[in-house]
Each structure stands twice: as C-alpha cells, then as structure tokens.
C-alpha cells in the first residue's frame, strides 16, 4: 500500500497536490493508496491545550470523501508517539503492509520528532520501497499551510481561506432549538451546535451558502452572544435562510462560510436591530447570487456528495439507536 502521511487537519491544496502523485504512483505500481493520519491531532497532545481543529472528524471525513481518497486508515497518536523513526516504519509495514510513502518537506515523525525527509528517504531506500518528498505549495505568494489556513479563519478572511482550501470553510451541524428569538424579530434562524472541537470564525455576520432540504440556500449567518438582548457566556451560530418557511430542528446542513459581513455589535433597540438584519440579508443574498453563479459546479457536486454520505450517517445513527 502506498500511504500519504500527514496530520492532516482538513485536506487543503498542498495535500491535495500529494494525493495527486498518491494516485499517479498507485496506478503505476498496481498498489492501493490511502491517507494515514493521527488521532486525536498530534498537536492536542503535545500542545499547550490551545489548539482547536480546523475541521471536526466527521468534517474531515466528509472532506476525504468528496476528494476521492479511497482510505483513510487513523493511528491512535498515543499508541506511536514514543516509538524511534525505525520501529514507526516497521509498524506500517505490519498493520498496512505499506511499501511506499509520500510526505511533505516539513514531515516530522517518531520520538522527540527525529523523524524527517532524510531518514525516510535513506530507510527507504534500503527497504527498497516508494518514497517522495513534496515542497510547500505557494498560492499568492504565501506556503499553504494548515497553521496560516486557521490564521485566515481566526480574522474571519473567508475568500482567502477557500483559496488555500481550494473549496469554502464550512460547518457541518445539526440544527437544535433556539428561543425562537429570530422568528419574532421576522428573521427565523437555525441554530447550529457547535463543537468545542471546531475552530469558529470571529464573531459577526457572514453570507453563506446553506445545504439542507435538498437544495442549497443564500443564508446570513450570526456568530455571537446576541448582546442586544442578552450577557450570556455561550457563544452561538444562528442562520436565516432567504426564502425558507419551515421546520429544521433535527436536520443535519453544511454552512458554506463565504465571506464576513460585519462585526457583531450591541443595538439600541429592537428596532434598530431588524433594520440591520434587513441590510444583512440583503448583502448575504446578493454576495451568494455571484457566488452560486461562479462556482455552480462546486456547489451541484458538493450537493450530489452529500446526499450519499447523508444517507450513510442516517445509517449509522439508526445502528447506534438499535445498538448495532
């Protein structure tokens, strides 16, 4: 097996253009090809306890689908954190029966990191497998990197977060019940649950593009504490759909986070509120009526993908239910 290493957390440009040779050499050599990576992400472990995934596992996951990755096999991180270069080798020898391996320029590996490029390349070559060593991919000047791609994310820069991505930051949340706040105000929302486990833009108000009920939908998302009418601590992710008139509680959604807004801010009055949020819809729907225009092919293939990965996950959940 030929595997792509990485800790991979979401499948940006520069893993893609991995995964790209991945195939080539797979094809080439007759042999199935897969991503490896860690669980949890290695830098939860040996972090400061900041770090917070770009993507949650089922994200990730519905990622690694859509790209066409055939498999994606998870190490536990604990289980080889300790272990020299050498024996990590040898243990993808016995569990995968890998004979080849492709990486990043920057890869570490093994105990205190003494893994790199060159260890691998003259171990390998010994073992006589597959090795290739990618450079960074540079877009607009910039190395694409999981670290600047949350950068971006963390000053709410959408756009430039889809370019490194090569497709839009997003959500994938079931919708929970709210007060019901919105609905009086005349702007019914969905509220998403967020998990701790996700890294979140900025607060503010965003124009996105919302997957659910079979269709996508222009939406101006909120991220915030709603200041107007409440000091609570929870932060909180409501969307209005333009157009939409029914019930969501219980769907699952994909939030296309498209570009940001404004930022969020405390209003003098109801009032003052609903004529901003009217502005809001408007600017969310007339970005996403470009957007959708631009990018229709994105939009239908991400439509036609979810609707069998949605399917596998109804699965899933009814398994679990029935514990299966």
């Known amino acids: ?26 094809g080439r050599m007759s042999l199935p090809w897969g991503v490896l990576t860690f669980v949890p992400h290695p830098q939860i472990v040996l972090g400061n ?50 004979k080849g391996i ?21 171990y390998l070559s010994r073992k006589g497998w597959f090795f290739a060593a ?16 949350r950068q971006l994310t963390q000053k709410g820069l959408m756009p430039q977060t889809q370019r490194m991505l090569g497709y839009p930051y997003f959500i994938i949340s079931r919708v929970v019940e709210g007060n019901q706040r919105g609905r009086k105000l005349g702007f ?23 997957l659910t009920q079979e269709r996508w939908w222009s939406g101006a998302l909120n991220i915030g504490y709603n200041p107007t009418f409440e000091r609570g601590t929870e932060i909180h992710a409501e969307v ?30 109801a009032q003052a509120l609903i004529a901003q949020m009217k502005e809001d819809v408007i600017h969310a729907k007339e970005f996403c009526r470009k ?7 994105l939009l239908v293939a991400l439509k036609k993908h979810w609707e069998t990965y949605e399917s596998s996950i109804k699965v899933l959940d009814a398994g679990l239910r029935l514990g299966l």
């Open 291 to 297: 957007w959708f225009y631009e990018h229709e092919s």
């Open 1 to 26: 097996m030929i595997l792509v290493l990485g800790s991979f957390d979401g499948f940006h440009k520069g893993h893609q253009a991995l995964f790209d040779i991945a195939r080539d050499v797979s």
């Open 102 to 122: 492709i990486v990043g320029e920057n890869f570490k590996f093994g105990r205190n990191r003494r893994g790199d490029v060159a260890f691998l390349r003259e």
């Open 188 to 210: 019914p929302t969905a509220n998403l649950r967020l998990s701790s486990y996700k890294l979140v833009p900025p607060r503010g108000v965003y124009a996105t593009a919302v």
């Open 49 to 98: 306890g900041k770090f917070v995934p770009l993507f949650t596992d089922l994200e990730r996951d519905f990622i690694a689908s859509f790209l066409g990755i055939p498999k994606v096999l998870k190490m536990p991180f604990y289980q080889i954190k300790d272990l020299s270069p050498a024996d990590f080798i040898e243990e993808l020898e016995r569990r995968f029966r890998a």
């Open 134 to 149: 990618i450079p960074p991919l540079r877009i607009d000047d910039m190395v694409v990197s999981s670290s600047l791609i």
């Open 240 to 269: 209005h759909l333009d157009g939409f008139d029914g019930d969501l509680y219980g769907e699952m959604m994909i939030v296309l986070f498209l570009s940001h807004i404004r930022e969020e801010r405390k209003f003098e009055s």
